[in-house]
């Protein structure tokens, strides 16, 4: 058995935060498929493991007892404790890493997700509240564009989990509405995240939630 089992699936952003920190770390683990598009999610089994009902979803198998994790962000500040890396240098730097992805959950994945579910997978992006969302995750998008300007990375000088937490969704530009060339910081700062060692795509590290070949991942 592995350290560590993710339940998640490819097309979810909130999944692939988890994953690439699992892999950048170097953690033993593996993925086990959630078939959201199935309304695996909404089951009585998976409400068991998370009673909100959503991927992804930490376990940790450990000698004295699993530690099961869910929502993003606890999951990237228990790994970032656990394999001491991408987290903050002191107390300063804690509260900023917080800050922004406390922002993230608020403002940037939270539109942006909803937009993106709305328009690529229900079809509706003519819908008025499709088009309402993106215009928050555009909004969402020229803060970070701009505080971007002036820095590498978003909350310290080096990678943490607040840049892990951001990015989620972002590598999916064209799935999300996002012309790259209008955001130029973003666009760095996201080659910046891919050229760290260990980085994966969602592709190369999630089965499929809807794509019937993975079923059985």
Known sequence: ?????????????????????????????????????????????????????EAPVLTHHKVDGDVVLSQSGAILDYLSREFDRFGPANEDERREILRWILWDNHKLTSYTATARFMSLFQKKPEDPITLFFAARAKNAWKVLEAHLGTRDFVATGHPTIADLSLCGYLFWPEQIGMDPAAYPNITAWLDRISALPGYKRPEDLMPSGIDPATANA
């Open 1 to 53: 058995m592995t350290d560590f089992t993710l339940d998640c699936f490819l097309e979810s952003g909130n999944a692939y935060k988890a994953a690439l920190m699992l892999e950048l770390c170097g953690a033993d683990w593996a993925p086990r498929r959630v078939s959201f598009f199935a309304g695996e999610t909404r089951s009585e089994d998976f409400k068991a493991l998370n009673i909100m009902g």
